[in-house]
């Protein structure tokens, strides 16, 4: 029996939670990955990452780079932005609407301080020491 190879070529599907489009991927390891695209299922900007995504695609033999750097190069602000984006954008959604739940506008104001206190802070330092040392001072 022989398999069927893979598409390279990843569907664009509607997301039923959020409403936006979404696809799988495959990393550089092989791995499968689900990316959820930027603005409503269909809309220009929706097409326009899926397209970049594609041209990546294309010229990687079918799976994303490898990702650049390491983790711990991440500081706390990134770190921040990158929840927000990926689950809280996606997650706290109104499923008859939409539209942003109040929820997001929580995380919002909760993780301020911590921006501000520890943004810079690379994310791989931060841990109960850096809170005992903002104490002390």
Known sequence: MTTKPRNPIPTYRRHRRTGRAIITVRDATG??????LPGEFNSAE?????????????????????????KSDLTIAELILR???QH??????DPATKLPSSEQEIFKQ????????????PAIEFGLSTFELFAKQ
Do not use: C, K, W
């Open 31 to 36: 791995a499968r990955r689900d990316i959820l």
């Open 46 to 70: 929706s097409r326009q990452e899926y397209e970049r995504i594609l041209s990546i695609l294309r010229t990687n033999g079918g799976s994303l780079l490898p990702e650049t750097g390491h």
């Open 83 to 85: 929840f927000m984006q």
């Open 88 to 93: 809280v954008a996606s997650y706290y959604v």
């Open 110 to 121: 909760a993780l301020r301080p911590l921006t501000r206190l520890f943004g810079e802070l």
